[in-house]
């Protein structure tokens, strides 16, 4: 699967250019923090990783070849709840795999404890707090043991706590041998987790580089003026 | 006469008339197993219809759509010509038995159900389809799982069932032939009674309709507002 070599990646819907003739390679381990103002097409990137959205021009190597039929998850801003148990919802992800019932719940219960919602196994999902739900969504996808993660802004709104055990189970997935590229727009969490960072504006890579030289020598203007906060508003909005 | 007509249906109902009685067990027995072959048919038709791609999606939408007004009677014919015994299926010998009127208001009754629950599956579906995807749900394990999800709200589409399954005359009275102790229900006995001037009798069954059709409404009431309050 790795390296993910994207080349010249654009989405143009309606003529509008989301993405731009994206480049970047993506190595076999880390976490990878997106960076960039609204509209600059970090969600459509992923949404094309993870098979959703059809680029309109460019491609994506997996490791040499075509992207893989599993191993690749992806957790949304509002996750999906069912009306159904905690261990119900966070065991959903084993059954596209064909894994027995049984089987499901027992794996499914190993992995709430380490997101430390054991004790609420039981208790319906749509009723958790908004950091509960975001570590559901985490579990679900990591119980599939995917090589590649892609979060698309899994903490825009929770509080700090929330935000740090989200945090938490994220290094964990990381740890645990998961690729995760992530978007965000928490500069605080960038620097926590990222190991490097891309910085979109106008549907183009103005950035690839370290998290640590991001912040301290950025080379592009963008995201020099992103980090200050004087990025202009409608910079993502091209025509 | 109009008192004296509710005193004497009040008097059936209070001495569990044996005439009340049969024909009431035999419209649940007949409605009951209606609604549940068109839970079983409609409900996932309905889901295929929100969740399939192919080609005549919206046609079949319209369709389902359409016939959720077909006409009972018309239902009753065809299947009439269908089980009488120079038709089709004559062989199977079910003209004029409770059978028949399964059948018939099965028919009806699922593209009413099927309508409704394409309706309330595509609502969520359009919420989850993304994170479906991404799991590599195939559509039936999607269909499966939108279905799970959305139970409570598919009681209404079951109580629409039931609703128009016990209401209907003509069909059964066509297919079942309105047979004493044999395939008289409750519309058909209505109808009939009153015609021959029984009206108490026509009034007891009436109560007793309408009093199980609140009944089962304040069940999924209460059904749908347990599951309120646990699943929000």
Known sequence: MFPIRIQGLSFAPQDRAVLDGVDMTLGDEGITLILGPNGAGKSVLLRILCGLVEPSAGEVSWGGGARPARGVMMVFQHPMMLRASVLDNVALGLKPLGVAVAERRRRGMAVLERIGLAHRARDSAPQLSGGEKQRLALARAWLTRPRLLLLDEPTASLDPSATAEVERIIREIRTDGTRILMVTHNLGQATRLGDDIVFLADGRVCEHTLTQRFFSRPTSNEARLFIQGELPWNLGFRS | ?232
Not at chain 2, 158 to 186: F, H, Q
């Open chain 2, 1 to 232: 006469m109009f008192t004296s007509t509710f005193t004497d249906a009040f008097a059936l109902l209070a001495t569990l008339d044996e005439r009340v009685a049969e024909i009431v067990w035999l419209s649940l027995k007949v409605s009951g197993g209606a609604v549940l072959l068109g839970t079983l048919i409609g409900l996932p038709l309905g889901a295929c219809l929100a969740v399939g791609r192919f080609p005549g999606k919206n046609l079949a939408s319209v369709l389902v759509n359409g016939l959720m007004g077909l006409p009972s009677v018309v239902v009753g014919v065809v299947v009439y010509l269908f089980l009488s015994r120079s038709g089709p299926l004559g062989g199977f010998g079910l003209l004029y038995t409770p059978s028949a009127m399964v059948i018939a208001q099965t028919l009806l009754v699922i593209p009413l159900m099927a309508a409704i629950a394409r309706q309330v599956v595509e609502d969520v579906w359009q919420r989850y389809a993304e994170e479906l995807a991404v799991m590599r749900f195939n559509w039936w394990q999607s269909v499966t799982t939108l279905l799970y999800d959305c139970r409570y709200s598919l009681l209404v589409a079951v109580l629409a069932g039931l609703g128009r399954a016990m209401s209907e005359v003509g069909a059964v009275m066509i297919v079942g032939g309105n047979i004493d102790r044999a395939t008289r229900v409750m519309t058909t006995a209505i109808a009939l009674e009153t015609s021959k001037g029984d009206l108490p009798l026509a009034i007891a069954l009436g109560m007793v309709l309408v009093l199980i059709i609140l009944l089962l409404n304040a069940l999924a009431f209460a059904l749908r507002h347990w599951a309120m309050r646990r699943f929000g």
